[in-house]
């Protein structure tokens, strides 16, 4: 079992950078595939970036590359999204997952962080 807690959101001018922030907890984090969705209003949730549970492979959306990083922190227990150049498409609510390998996503969820960006 993983808890997450999700935050770093808020509102930013276009351009701008945020750094989102999941905390979990268990002692078993390590273990787990963690991933970054996100959620407009009335469109379908979809997933951001993905990083392994090493931290060694990383993937990301057509729409946030080379301007989402994300990254973890085992000894933290800890899942980043440094997002730079933040465009108001990225307005949205973003959710913390996380996934035992060879499992789909869906198990454990964060209760999501709003981010908005002003043109």
């Known amino acids: 079992q993983v808890q997450l807690v999700e935050s770093g959101g808020g509102l930013v001018q276009d351009g701008g950078s945020l750094r989102l922030s999941c905390a979990a907890s268990g002692r078993t984090f390590s273990s787990y595939v963690m991933g970054w969705f996100r959620q407009a209003p009335g469109k379908d949730r979809n997933i951001v970036a993905a990083?392994?549970?090493?931290?060694?492979?990383?993937a990301y959306a057509d729409f946030v590359k080379g301007r989402f990083t994300i990254s973890r922190d085992n000894a933290k227990n800890t899942v980043y999204l440094q997002m730079n150049s933040l465009k108001p498409e990225d307005t949205a609510v973003y959710y913390c997952?996380?996934?035992?390998?060879?499992?789909?996503?869906?198990?454990?969820w964060g209760q999501g962080t709003q981010v908005t960006v002003s043109s």
């Open positions: 997952a996380a996934r035992k390998e060879g499992r789909t996503w869906g198990d454990y």
């Open positions: 990083i392994s549970w090493s931290g060694g492979n990383t």
